[in-house]
Every structure is written in C-alpha cells, then in structure tokens.
C-alpha cells in the first residue's frame, strides 16, 4: 500500500488511475504476505464455485494452490452496484495550506482506490459529488468508458481552485436526494467530514433514509484528527476563519480547548451510535494516517461478505 508520500510523488503523471491502480496493487501485495494470504486473489478476479454449477471454468490451478474451488470471472458479469459519494464542501478543504493534503483529496485517492478495487470484482461502479447541491450524479456501471469518465471528474476535485468560491454543505438534504436516486439494494459508500450547520438529527435522518432503501451503507468519517478532534494548536493567538462562510474568530486554542474537544466529541460518539443503531459501517478515516489503515476494514469486511 502506497502511503502519502508516495501518493505525492505520483501525482506528477497527473493520472489519478494511475494512482489507484499503484495503491491498490501494492495493498493486494502486502495482502499475499499477510495473515490474510488468498484474500486478494478471492477478492479480485475468482469468485467461490457453487455447487450444481458447470466446472467449465473451475480454476484448477488455483485449486492447486489453496484446495478450494474458485471460478474464473468474465467482464460481463456484475456482483452489484456500487455508489461512491463524496462532500465536496468547502470544510473538506481543510487543513487549507499548501503541501498538506486536505480532507477532500484524501477522499479522492481513496475514492479512487475504491473504484479501482470494485470494478476489478467486476462490480457495478456510479459516483455523485454534493456540496449544497448535487454537482454530479452518474448511474452505476461497469464499462471502461465510464470508469474513465469517474476518474476524470475525480481529478478536476484535485485540480479545482476553490479559494474564489466557498461551497456550504447541506448534507441531509442531498443524502436524501441521492438516496432517492440509487437503485435499490446498492453498496453505498460516503466520504464526508460530516459536519453542517444544520441539525444532527437531520444528518443522522438522510443516513437512515439510505438504509430504508435496503443498502449496505459505508461512511467513511474523514478529518484531521490532531486538529479538528484534539485541537492540537500551540499556546498563542490564532485567526480561524470557516471555509464555508468566511467569518473571522480571533483566540488562543488554550482558552477553548476543553469545551470544543467535549462538544466535538459528543457529536461524534453520537454519530457512533447512530451508525451503529442502523447498521451503517462506519471507518474513522484520519487525513495523517496512510491508505492502507484506512482502506483495510472495508476491504476485510468486503471480503467476508464474498
């Protein structure tokens, strides 16, 4: 698995399928020589034979390998659809300084890796982008073309000037929308900061929704934790401005620490427990941390559901 630094030194090609592609076939061989050797190849090109089914396409060599039987996949075949959406909103821009990576690239690579990983199990891929309104909302599809048009829209998130126009979130109000919109019965995958100026239980209500419509829900709960969560900032003044709105608070983090970090935290034990109320599988997705803590409970869990 690639970590950020070798992300950085990739961006140069300026192919963000590249990219994905060099993520996930190192985390696939990292995966060979880990405790969970013949995941991958279960996860990628195979699928476990049935029994009563034709033994034309039995891979026997892979029988060989591992004394179980698995079926070659052919690139008709469609496991399920798959949604990716992603929070566009202007706080997903942060940290907003030059040479950290943000809120809102880290959920493109990992994004991107996702897409990759899906269609590579033959699955069914669309992506919607939502900020206060829906920017983009593709179907499900597993063509090469589409997959191509996915990853170009990803790149314009990385390549997009952000600084002339600030984009509120109304998350709920989309998440609803968009749960409107996917078929029934879809892996639905969120990467969001999940924070908005409206009502939690508003929030917590669009998440429901998507599980109402009988899909697996995965958030991806993206943020820096060292600021956003422990407000990690030295003992000194400091300007912080909302990337949403713009408005200006001067003050030492020192004087705020104990009551932000109690507020903060209480939101996001709630939405623990909401997520975990309704069954939604919820990744605690750290900016600072490498792809690979991230990605691997979903891959794992995708793994045992196969």
């Keep these: 698995m690639k970590n950020i630094d070798d992300i950085q030194n990739l961006q140069e090609f300026d192919h963000l399928e590249l990219i994905a592609k060099e993520v996930v076939e190192g985390f696939i061989t990292g995966l060979h020589r880990s405790p969970f050797h013949g995941f991958s190849v279960e996860f990628a090109e195979h699928r476990l034979y049935n029994r009563g089914e034709s033994t034309k396409h039995i891979d026997w060599k892979l029988f060989a390998r591992t004394e179980r039987l698995y079926v070659k996949r052919f690139e008709e075949e469609t496991n399920l659809r798959s949604h990716i959406i992603i929070d566009t909103s202007s706080s997903m821009m942060f940290p907003y300084d030059e040479g950290i990576q943000n809120k809102l690239a880290f959920s493109v690579y990992c994004a991107s890796a996702l897409i990759y990983l899906l269609?590579?199990?033959r699955d069914a891929v669309g992506l919607s982008l939502f900020s206060d309104e829906i920017e983009l909302h593709t179907d499900a599809r597993l063509s090469m073309v589409h997959a191509k048009r996915l990853y170009a829209n990803l790149n314009r998130l990385l390549n997009a000037d952000f600084s002339k126009d600030r984009k509120k979130t109304q998350a709920s109000k989309m998440l609803h929308q968009i749960a409107e919109s996917i078929h029934q019965r879809?892996?639905?995958i969120i990467?969001?900061?999940m924070l908005e100026n409206e009502e939690p239980d508003d929030l917590f209500s669009a998440l429901q929704h998507l599980r109402h419509n009988k899909h697996e829900v995965v958030l991806f709960?993206?943020?820096d934790k060292k600021r956003e969560q422990e407000f990690d900032y030295k003992n000194r003044p400091y300007r912080f401005i909302d990337l949403e709105s713009g408005?200006?608070?001067?003050?030492n983090p020192n004087e705020?620490?104990?009551d932000y970090t109690s507020a903060i935290q209480n939101y996001f034990s709630e939405l623990k427990m909401k997520c975990g109320q309704y069954k939604i599988d919820l990744i605690e997705?750290?900016?600072?941390?490498?792809?690979?803590?991230v990605l691997l409970p979903y891959l794992i869990k995708r793994g045992k559901l196969m």
Excluded: G, Y
């Design 186 to 188: 879809s892996l639905v």
């Design 191 to 193: 990467f969001s900061d």
């Design 285 to 293: 997705a750290d900016i600072n941390d490498d792809f690979k803590k």
């Design 256 to 258: 705020v620490r104990l």
């Design 119 to 121: 269609r590579k199990q």
């Design 247 to 251: 408005e200006e608070i001067k003050l």
């Design 221 to 223: 709960h993206v943020r």
